[in-house]
């Protein structure tokens, strides 16, 4: 057989690989790109949420001087920021039917509360038509209930203070651990380091059970909206489950999004700890039309028009430091 023949079998044969090789990469190359870009739009959608969570109408929720972790979590600011990060971010934009279709990969949102978490996910319901629909929806707050062998039981908050039944009396207690001490025959109570424990380890357990029923739930709508993707809770480690319940916090799942010929799946968790630190008001006086700057702390009874990351970018946009003012 010819040289020339050889040659070209060689590259009859070589070629179609070589190009295959090459569409495989360059689909790789953009996967790659595209995970990046949907990891960043994530993570900064739910920083958002975290931040707009302690961003409440009225400063009786903010943080109280007893616990800076006792505030009551705006779920309904941080899901109205976090859906409009991720629809900026997403080319979603003001697209009604890319959002709608968006949002069929967010199979659960969690918010973790002082007392309690709320879960944010698929509901069926029915409308005037008769016709059966699917949206997200807040389910019912859940507390961070334990219960023990002898029939006590304990409703934990992300600090040390309590709800609790104690069987042998029949009599429920309120109060910080430290206060109880001493008091009570539940043993947990008496037991700093084993108190701390079982109290994370409620609350992640809690989230945990919620987050992969509704996960699961959420296949069952799927598959009836057309998707054949197997939606489930992602492995994530205990490190990160626990550091998740220090503070009042909003976590996101993503999943089953079509990237090439694969799926991006991620989550992302987001605390309102340095919130608390930095965020300051403007406000406006009602009675005089000024506008003043304050930390969330401040014991003001102001209309709140704004949040800045800093005194001086509050200042910068005309607000006053209420150091100082008389508010009766």
């Known amino acids: 057989m010819k040289t020339t023949n050889l040659a070209i079998i060689f590259l009859l044969i070589v070629v179609p690989f070589y190009l295959i090789l090459d569409m495989r990469t360059s689909d790789q190359k953009l996967v790659n790109r595209l995970e990046a870009q949907y990891s960043a739009a994530l993570h900064t959608a739910v920083q958002d949420a975290a931040f707009a969570l302690n961003q409440n109408e009225y400063q009786e929720n903010e943080a109280s001087y007893q616990s800076s972790k006792y ?12 859906w409009k990060t991720m629809n900026l971010n997403f080319g979603a ?12 990969y967010v199979p659960v949102v969690a918010v973790t509360d002082y007392s309690g978490f709320h879960i944010y996910a698929f509901t069926e319901y029915t409308d005037a038509g008769g016709n059966k629909l699917y949206k997200h929806e807040w389910k019912p707050e ?10 006590n039981s304990i409703n934990f908050t992300l600090d040390s203070y309590v709800t609790a039944y104690e069987a042998s009396t029949g009599t429920w207690l309120k109060g910080y651990r430290k206060e109880l001490e001493g008091l009570t025959d539940i043993a947990l109570l008496n037991d700093e380091k084993q108190f701390d424990e079982m109290r994370r380890r409620t609350i992640v357990n809690a989230v945990q059970k919620d987050v992969a029923y509704f996960i699961n739930q959420h296949n069952q709508f799927a598959l009836r909206l057309g998707s054949y993707y197997d939606f ?14 220090d503070d009042i916090g909003i976590m996101a799942f993503i999943q089953g999004l079509p990237v090439g010929h694969q799926f ?3 989550y992302a968790f987001g605390s309102g700890r340095i919130v608390k630190k930095n965020v300051v008001y403007g406000a406006i006086d009602e009675s005089t039309g000024l506008k003043y700057y304050y930390r969330s702390n401040y014991p003001l009874n102001m209309r709140v028009e704004e949040t800045f990351a800093s005194k001086k970018d509050a200042a910068a946009a005309g607000y006053m430091p209420a150091k100082g003012l008389n508010t009766r």
């Open 232 to 245: 489930k809770i992602p492995l994530i480690p205990n490190e990160e489950w626990t550091n998740s319940v």
């Open 142 to 151: 859940k507390p961070y209930a334990y219960s023990d062998q002898a029939g």
């Open 71 to 82: 505030f009551n979590a705006n779920k309904e600011a941080a899901i109205e920021t976090f």
């Open 264 to 266: 991006y799946n991620n």
């Open 93 to 104: 934009g003001e697209d009604p039917v890319a959002q709608g279709a968006l949002a069929a």
